[in-house]
């Protein structure tokens, strides 16, 4: 009776160590999809921001190409 008796002590061990592995299992499941979704937030911010900041450079290159057209095309003022 005994050795029954360690047996189902061993059983029931088991199986609560594999009741505790698969909540591990379920909640490290749910946190990975968790991060997957925000890593795809952050990866569309950050490609929206690469769009907003080339449209800026674009600009800057622009204002300035046009500034320097504007000095060649009209000249300095008299000094006096």
Known sequence: MTANKS?????QVLEE????????NLFQ???IEQLS?????????IS???????LVANRLKDS???SSSKDEIEPPPPHY
């Open 7 to 11: 047996e189902e002590n061993a059983i």
């Open 64 to 66: 300035g190409s046009l």
């Open 29 to 31: 499941d749910d946190v």
């Open 48 to 54: 929206e921001l690469r769009e907003q900041i080339q």
């Open 17 to 24: 160590r594999i009741i505790a592995l698969e909540t591990r």
């Open 37 to 45: 979704a925000e890593l795809t937030v952050h990866q569309t911010q």
